[in-house]
């Protein structure tokens, strides 16, 4: 637990090593979204490409069921992290909008 007696009810201002971090981390879960949207692009075109020849219905079933899952995993991976790029992003806005808004009245007191 932190103590915060010491800063009388203040608003401490954000480090700028943690606004980096928010805006560093946006960065990397961006390209891996990225990445993984154009790996989920890849396997659906792929899959699209390659039909499923057989005979046997259940046959059919199981591997168009066992396609839909891997796309749709690989998709929600791609928008988790999207997802996350973009919470980080607008943290470290937040983060500094305070920062630029809180250090003019502190300087005042």
Do not use: H, W
């Amino acid at each position: 637990m932190a103590d915060n007696s010491s800063s009388g009810g203040a608003v401490e201002l954000a480090p700028t090593a943690k606004i980096l971090k928010c805006f560093s981390g946006s960065f990397v879960a961006g390209t891996i979204a990225l990445l993984a949207y154009r790996l989920t692009i890849s396997i659906a075109t792929t899959f699209a490409n390659k039909p499923i020849v057989s005979d046997n219905t259940a046959v059919i079933n199981i591997s168009s069921a066992v396609r839909t899952l891997v796309v749709g995993i690989v998709a929600l991976g791609s928008g988790v992290f999207g997802l996350a790029a973009l919470g980080l992003f607008l943290l470290g806005i937040q983060l500094t909008f305070q920062r630029i808004l809180k250090s003019p009245a502190s300087d005042a007191e």
